[in-house]
């Protein structure tokens, strides 16, 4: 009884209809901010953000991550510079070209796109990087800076991702995240972003990885779930429970016959069957992919504005 009035019960529980994470129309509306902070710079009679990209080789994914790069920074109004190098290229020229970009004052910020030939080693590349232009926030630096809760450049995939919650008014507070992965770039970053006291925020998290034993049992009690294996289709229905929110971080190319390149991206999550559980899902493409765009462009505003260290 409430106020009197009887009150019938549902012996079900009811769950919120699926939501679609929309990364894309996220993304172009983080575009139109971006673009408009610009125009008040150049107004107030500041120079345009420069953003600078070292590409090694011919590798088919960054060649596309790269050129999406350029593509973003003439949509938004920064200035880019695109540096390409052989296969071959040696480390010494590779960091010599590093401390030049370092010292030039006309670029705000750069990034090298990993991964690097074999013969060149990716963490001393990250290091020589000086910390206040390192807009992937790779450097230790800035890695060491998020953890503690420090103002850093926090690197674009984990800073997409707590936007898209943040934006899509998700509750992180108290919940039970579980982060699939381990590596610097993503599983790592992320997992340390929503443990922190802040919102979105406040999860207890568990990290799983290749070694982890019945990654399935910690699944099927998370409340979010972020799929960063490389790992295509690897989170099925049967991991999932009703009304999780699964965040998609996966884009691996899968041999495609219906499309023009030959391939398509597929991501970590069974999308058809997981989907139908879920409360919010990110799809691949469309999700986390054109948020990390934009959280580069963030950084490189940030680095512009000498908001760190400057
Ligand atoms: N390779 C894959 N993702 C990234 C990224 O975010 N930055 C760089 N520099 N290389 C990458």
């Known amino acids: 009884m409430v106020n009197g009035e009887q009150v019938h019960r549902s012996p079900f529980t009811i769950h919120k209809i699926m939501e679609l994470i929309d990364g894309k129309a996220v993304a172009a509306q983080i575009k139109s901010e971006i673009a408009e902070e610009v125009k008040q710079i150049l107004a107030a009679g500041g120079k345009r953000p420069h953003l600078a990209a070292i590409l090694v080789g011919h590798d088919g994914g960054s060649e596309t991550y790269v050129a999406s790069k350029v593509k973003t920074c003439d949509e938004i109004g920064f200035q880019s510079t695109l540096i390409r190098y ?8 590779l960091l010599n070209r590093v ?13 090298v796109q990993l991964p690097l030939p074999k013969h060149i080693s990716e963490q001393k590349v990250i290091e020589t990087i000086d910390y206040r232009k390192d807009v992937d926030g790779f450097h230790p630096v800035n890695a060491g800076r998020m953890a503690i809760g420090l103002p850093c450049f926090v690197s674009a995939t984990p800073a997409g991702i707590v936007e898209l919650l ?12 579980v982060v699939l992965g381990r590596s610097n770039i993503v599983g790592k970053p992320v997992a340390s972003l929503l443990m922190q ?6 999860c207890t998290v568990t990290v799983c990885h290749s070694r982890t034993k019945d990654i399935r049992k910690y699944c099927l009690d998370a409340d979010i779930i972020i799929a960063a294996l490389g790992s295509p289709g690897f989170l099925k229905a049967d991991m999932v429970k009703e009304g999780a929110v699964v965040i998609d971080v996966g884009t691996t190319r899968v041999p495609s016959a219906q499309t023009k390149s030959g391939f398509k991206l597929k991501g970590d999550v069974e999308f058809d069957e997981v989907a139908p559980k879920c409360s919010y899902i990110t799809p691949v493409p469309g999700g986390v992919g054109p948020m990390t765009i934009v959280s580069l462009m963030k950084n490189t505003l940030l680095a512009a504005q000498k908001g760190l260290g400057g």
């Open 99 to 111: 401390n030049e970009l370092n010292n030039d004052p006309g670029i705000d910020g750069f990034i």
């Open 86 to 93: 052989e296969d071959d290229v040696t480390e010494e020229t």
């Open 166 to 177: 943040r934006r899509y008014r998700i509750e992180t507070s108290g919940k039970h995240c």
């Open 197 to 202: 006291k802040s919102n979105p925020g406040d």
